[in-house]
């Protein structure tokens, strides 16, 4: 594939997913990285001639703003730096010398996996391309004579991501990451003869935090239990309990947890014959999305009380989506009440 090719492809894998997204609502975040670099074995070619280099462990930060959408999806332009890998063996020498270093600029596409019920931790994945400029400093002696690469190159480049996130509040995050990333066909002096070819593959092991701005404000606490509702429409055997959860999220917080203790044991001490449960969404994101999302919540809800000892088989759930909002409000508006399960037994 050629350069060109190669440019146009990765650009599209990175574009077409923002342009689709861009009418989704989402927030804003900063990303704060450091961690460890291992630059891949390297083959500098000069001709015929050709030398591989080995490379110890070096180190690594990087710097991210990203912007979260509501499905799930990450953008995020991020730099980092990477360096302090010096070369530990040269194929036919015997006093290797230098080291390498390079600074990048990529825009990402990552996915949140929402594939846990009930927890923080949320795995990721993505993509990257961008700009890589990569430095051998006095990298030698190879090249089938006694002279040294010492130059620096700036080319196009691309990287895979996968990593995993713990929600530690609303606004704060903590990460881990794996990437691989790639310079695309560099190419270098070296000192007293022609460009030498080399590649330049780095592997990094990060660890970090975000923190999420305009993410939504803490909740009020839960009331434990609506009012009785009026003997005509609803019989006064049954109750209602809400539990809330936070913006994007199905896992229940410490506060639903305890409501949902509370409507367990008056199930069990009134002999609820049938528990219903109804999942509800903000106006944020898609509709499709939000009634998947309220579908997961109405699920840990229902996990939860059979943890508590109610008969699974017997409690029954369902997806409102955005269509039930209990304040409403316009398209698009983050609202934290809205973001609730509801709870009813009947006996």
């Known amino acids: 594939m050629g350069f060109k090719n190669l440019v146009l492809s990765t650009s599209a894998l990175v574009i077409m997913p923002v342009a689709a997204m861009a009418m989704d609502d989402g927030n804003w975040y900063l990303g704060l990285g450091a961690g460890a670099s291992f630059e891949h074995d390297a083959d500098f070619t000069r001709g015929s001639v050709r030398n591989d280099v080995d490379f110890d462990w070096g180190w690594s930060g990087e710097a991210a703003l990203g912007y979260r959408y509501g499905n799930g999806f990450r953008t995020e332009l991020e730099f980092s730096y990477k360096g302090n890998n010096d070369v530990d063996s040269i194929s036919g020498t015997l006093t290797p010398n230098g080291d390498s270093r390079s600074w990048s600029g990529m825009i990402n596409v990552l996915y949140d996996i929402d594939m846990f019920d009930d927890?923080?931790?949320?795995?990721?994945?993505?993509?990257?391309?961008?700009?890589?400029?990569?430095?051998?400093?006095?990298?030698g002696p190879c090249c089938g004579l006694s002279t040294f690469v010492d130059d620096t190159d700036t080319s196009f480049g691309y990287q895979g991501i996968a990593?995993?996130?713990?929600?530690?509040?609303?606004?704060?995050?903590l990460y881990a990451n794996y990437k691989y990333t790639s310079a695309f066909d560099p190419e270098y002096n070296a000192i007293a003869v022609t460009n030498v070819d080399a590649d330049y593959d780095v592997s990094t092991i990060m660890a970090g935090i975000r923190i999420n701005f305009g993410a939504p404000a803490p909740m009020p606490a839960p009331v434990a239990a609506m009012p009785e509702p009026a003997p005509a429409p609803?019989?006064?055997?049954?109750?209602?309990?809400?539990?809330f959860f936070d913006f994007d999220r199905s896992d229940l917080t410490p506060e639903a947890r305890e409501v949902l203790r509370q409507a367990?044991?008056?199930?069990k001490n009134g002999g609820a014959i049938k528990v219903e449960v109804r999942g509800h969404a903000d106006r944020s994101g898609s509709d499709t999305y939000n009634v998947r999302?309220?579908?997961?919540?109405?699920?840990?809800?229902?996990?939860?009380l059979g943890r508590l000892g109610l008969p699974v088989s017997e409690i029954a759930t369902d997806a409102a989506g955005e269509r039930e909002p209990l304040v409403p409000t316009a398209d698009g508006v983050k609202e934290p009440q809205?973001?609730?399960?509801?709870?009813m037994y009947v006996k």
Do not use: C
Request: charged letters at 30%.
């Open 119 to 139: 927890t923080r931790f949320m795995p990721y994945i993505g993509v990257g391309a961008g700009i890589i400029r990569s430095e051998y400093d006095r990298v």
């Open 163 to 173: 990593g995993m996130t713990y929600r530690a509040t609303d606004t704060v995050d």
């Open 234 to 243: 609803v019989p006064e055997s049954s109750r209602t309990y809400l539990v």
């Open 264 to 267: 367990a044991e008056d199930a």
């Open 293 to 304: 999302l309220s579908q997961k919540r109405a699920q840990s809800v229902r996990s939860e």
């Open 338 to 343: 809205n973001r609730r399960a509801e709870i």
